[in-house]
């Protein structure tokens, strides 16, 4: 059964859907790859606590991981890439072919990363906009790249300004 909500956000409304309570989905206005939102269910406010709790947190700087439980529907490689993106930590960004060798491919599987990094149903938990282009330039987002600039600009806030991070905003 799947549910959804929506709650407002600094880079807009966030889509939260939840299959069988646990959260499955999350999306931004104009979101590339997001579902028909008649595929989500019933809209209601209720199981999203921790999910809005938790991302209020990060919005506010006070949280840098979220221990959300989540339901990510796809094929193996893309469960796999998503999984590797949760290894990415706060304030730190990694190039597609980075990713790729972490997870044990060659960096020449860089681009079926970068697109299965582009398919995350739950971004900003799962942390896809911690990679970036292997010449340190922002590329692709599925909620855009000002909301990439603006995530990886909160994060780098948090951690410091001192340039110990590898990533220009």
Known sequence: MRTH??????????????????????????????????????????????????????????????????????????????QGLTTIPYGVTISYGELARRIGRTPAASRAVGLANGRNPVSIVVPCHRVIGA?????????????KEHLLAL????VGAAGQLPFPV
């Open 135 to 147: 010449g340190g330039a922002l590329t692709g987002y599925g909620g855009g790249l000002e909301r």
């Open 5 to 82: 909500t929506f709650m407002d956000s600094p880079v807009g409304t966030i889509l939260l859907v939840a299959t069988d309570g646990t959260l499955s989905g999350l999306y931004m206005t104009e979101h590339r790859h997001q579902p028909p939102l008649s595929t989500f269910g019933e809209r209601t406010p209720h199981g999203f606590d921790a999910a809005t709790a938790q991302l209020t947190e990060y919005f506010d700087g006070e949280r840098t991981e979220f221990d959300l439980p989540v339901h990510l529907d796809g094929t193996d490689f893309q469960r796999e890439v998503w």
């Open 155 to 158: 994060e780098r806030a948090r």
